[in-house]
C-alpha cells in the first residue's frame, strides 16, 4: 500500500519504520518540512518519501494521523482524505496535561467531523510507541501477539487497518464501532497501553461482558436476549430437550 504519515514523531517515525519494513510505500510529513526529515527518510531507504502534510495524503490511498489532537491546522485539508481510509492514532491530551472534555462524543467522532467523508477508523491510538517498536512477532500465530485495537463505522476499511496491523506482527482487535469502541480504547480505559495478546484482550472483553449482566436493569435483558439468541441453545430448541421438558 502507499501510506501517508502525519506526524513524523515517536508513533509517526515508528510506524514509518514497520510500515516499509512489510513492503509498504510511506510518504512522511511534519510541521517542520521535507528538509528536516532527510535522516529518516534516508535511513528507510526507497520507499520513503519525505513530503507536506498535504502531499503525503494526496499521494496515499490510507493515511496515519499521528499528530497532537487538538491541532487543526496539523492535519490535511479535509478533501483530500474524502473517501480514503484514516488511521487516527491520536488521542485527546491537553498540551498542559489532562484531557479534553467531549461530554458524550470521542476523540475519533471529533476528527470525523472535521474531515467529512474520510473512512476513520481508530487504531494504533492505545499502543506505546516503544511497544509498537519492539513488540511485533510475524513469527507468531495471530492470536499470541500483542494487540491492537481498531475501531470505526466502516467494516471494509476496519479490515484494511487490520490486515495492514497483522503484516507489521501485531494482533488486530476489532472493539466495535467509533462510537463505543473509541470510548473503550481511550486513555483512562483499562485496555489503554497494556501488552495484553489478541487472545488476551479477549478475554478480558468476555470476563467484562460477563460482569455486565449481572448489573444490567431488568428492562435492557430483552434487548440483551435478542443479541444474544444466535448464540445459545434454549432448552425445547433441539429435539433432545424437548423430550426432557415436562408436559404443561
Ligand atoms: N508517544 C506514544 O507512545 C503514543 C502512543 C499512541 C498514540 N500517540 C498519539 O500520537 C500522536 C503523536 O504522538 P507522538 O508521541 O508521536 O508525538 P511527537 O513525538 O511529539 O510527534 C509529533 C509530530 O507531530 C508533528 N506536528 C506537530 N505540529 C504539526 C503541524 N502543525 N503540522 C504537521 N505536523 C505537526 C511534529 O512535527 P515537528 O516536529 O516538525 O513539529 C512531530 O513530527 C498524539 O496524538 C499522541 O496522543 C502517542
Known amino acids: ?55 503525503a495524503a494526496r499521494l496515499s490511498e490510507l493515511v496515519l494521523l499521528a499528530v497532537p489532537w487538538h491541532l487543526e491546522n496539523a492535519l490535511p485539508q479535509a478533501p483530500l482524505l474524502r473517501n480514503k481510509i484514516v488511521i487516527d492514532a491520536m488521542n ?22 472535521r474531515m467529512p467523508g474520510a473512512r ?9 510507541y516503544e511497544h509498537l517498536a519492539t513488540r511485533g512477532r510475524k513469527d507468531l500465530p495471530v492470536e499470541e501477539r500483542h494487540a491492537i485495537y ?17 503484516t507489521i506482527g501485531f ?29 488476551e484482550a479477549r478475554a478480558f472483553f468476555r470476563n467484562e461482558l460477563h460482569k455486565l449482566t449481572d448489573v444490567l436493569p431488568d428492562g435492557a435483558l430483552p434487548l440483551a436476549l435478542e443479541a444474544l439468541a444466535p448464540f445459545r441453545e434454549w432448552p425445547g430448541k433441539t429435539a433432545g430437550a424437548s423430550k426432557k421438558a415436562p408436559n404443561f
Open 1 to 55: 500500500m502507499q501510506i501517508g504519515i502525519i506526524g513524523a514523531g515517536r508513533i509517526g517515525a515508528t510506524a514509518a519504520r514497520l510500515f516499509v519494513t512489510a513492503g509498504h510505500q510511506i510518504a512522511i510529513s511534519n510541521s517542520r518540512g521535507a528538509e528536516s526529515l532527510r535522516t529518516l527518510v534516508a535511513g528507510l531507504g526507497a520507499a520513503a518519501l519525505a513530503a507536506t502534510v498535504d502531499d
Open 171 to 199: 494482533a488486530p482487535v476489532d472493539t466495535g464501532s467509533l462510537r463505543e469502541g473509541g470510548r473503550l480504547q481511550q486513555p483512562d480505559s483499562p485496555i489503554y497501553n497494556q501488552t495484553f495478546t489478541a487472545r
Open 150 to 166: 481498531l475501531a470505526g463505522d466502516d467494516v471494509a476499511a476496519k479490515q484494511v487497518v487490520a490486515g495492514l496491523i497483522e
Open 120 to 128: 476513520l477508523v481508530k487504531a494504533f491510538n492505545t499502543i506505546y
Open 92 to 113: 485527546p491530551y491537553r498540551p498542559e496535561g489532562g484531557f479534553f472534555e467531549l461530554g458524550e462524543s470521542t476523540s475519533s467522532e471529533e476528527i470525523l467531523r
